[in-house]
């Protein structure tokens, strides 16, 4: 079995952010500040949060902010949605720097996008998705301000997307699929709403996730991708099914996903980047 290539990873992610005008960064420059978080976040789990400047992190962050309706948007000059805005506070939180946020107007900017029926929209424009109820219960739970929202509504609507075989859709009567299963049990579990989930039936349809290489995909007669690693063994974990997988099968499809031919090119390349502790 391959073994995690630590230093490689933090490298890579430290290294792309610096390459701003690359193809890579300019097609996926609306969603920079959850990419920020995920790599983020990486660094933290590796104990390298160090690696980037804190100071100039947390002024990126704020540079996203509008002030008018206290939302975030996906980079500087982008608008504001409930997805860059949980992005951000989760940076923040990273960071221990929620002191540069008038929480109250993040947490309003949120809670002004409940609709009557308990969804959440993702931004103005009005969009509904059950990733959306978890997001906006996520960040409010971070800022302590669930109390502005009508939690009752935000899981009734979500209890109305589960379907018969136990998963989750994106809405009333959509098709289970892995990412919208953890975004619902995640709001379940963080409104204390678990008892609504079949946890066995769930479970069930979750560890059929499992392919014979090992790895997750998303929803039936897909091909396992990693990302689903983390979606699927999440909502496992929540519901205490996450031993009706095959744990040593998933970490070595996880560790053979690693490029490290590429990683190996790339620190050649950047070697002037310090991994120092």
Not at 113 to 133: A, C, H, I, K, P
Not at 162 to 191: R, Y
Request: glycine share 8%; net charge negative.
């Amino acid at each position: 079995m391959a073994e995690l290539a630590a230093d490689q990873h933090v490298r890579y992610i430290v290294t792309v952010e610096k390459k701003k005008d690359s193809f890579e960064s300019l097609v996926m420059e609306h969603i920079r500040l959850n990419g920020a978080y995920w790599g983020l976040t990486t660094l933290d789990l590796l104990h390298k949060l160090h690696a980037v400047g804190a100071a100039e992190v947390v002024d990126w962050i704020m540079s996203c902010y509008h002030p008018e309706s206290g939302g975030f948007g996906g980079n500087v000059g982008h608008d504001p949605h409930v997805l860059y805005t949980l992005s951000a506070v989760q940076v923040l939180c990273l960071f221990d720097r929620l002191d540069v946020l008038d929480i109250d107007k993040v947490a309003d900017y949120v809670a002004g996008l409940q609709n009557e029926d308990g969804s959440f929209s993702g931004d103005v424009w009005g969009e509904v998705d059950t990733r959306f109820s978890y997001i906006a219960l996520c960040t409010l739970s971070l800022l302590h301000r669930l109390h502005k929202i009508n939690m009752q509504k935000a899981v009734d609507f979500v209890v109305s997307c589960k379907n018969l075989d136990g998963g989750f859709g994106a809405m009333p009567g959509g098709e289970s699929h892995a990412g919208q299963i953890f975004c619902c049990v995640g709001a379940l579990a963080i409104t204390g709403s678990l008892h609504h989930i079949d946890r066995d039936l769930l479970g069930w349809w979750l560890c059929e996730r499992q392919c014979k290489d090992g790895g997750l995909n998303g929803r039936p007669e897909k091909l396992a991708d990693v990302c689903y690693s983390w979606w699927v063994l999440s909502s496992l974990i929540m519901i205490d099914r996450v031993h009706w997988i095959d744990k040593e099968k998933l970490t070595k499809f996880i560790l053979n996903c690693q490029v490290t031919v590429y990683y190996s090119y790339h620190c050649y390349l950047d070697n002037h980047t310090s991994l120092d502790s």
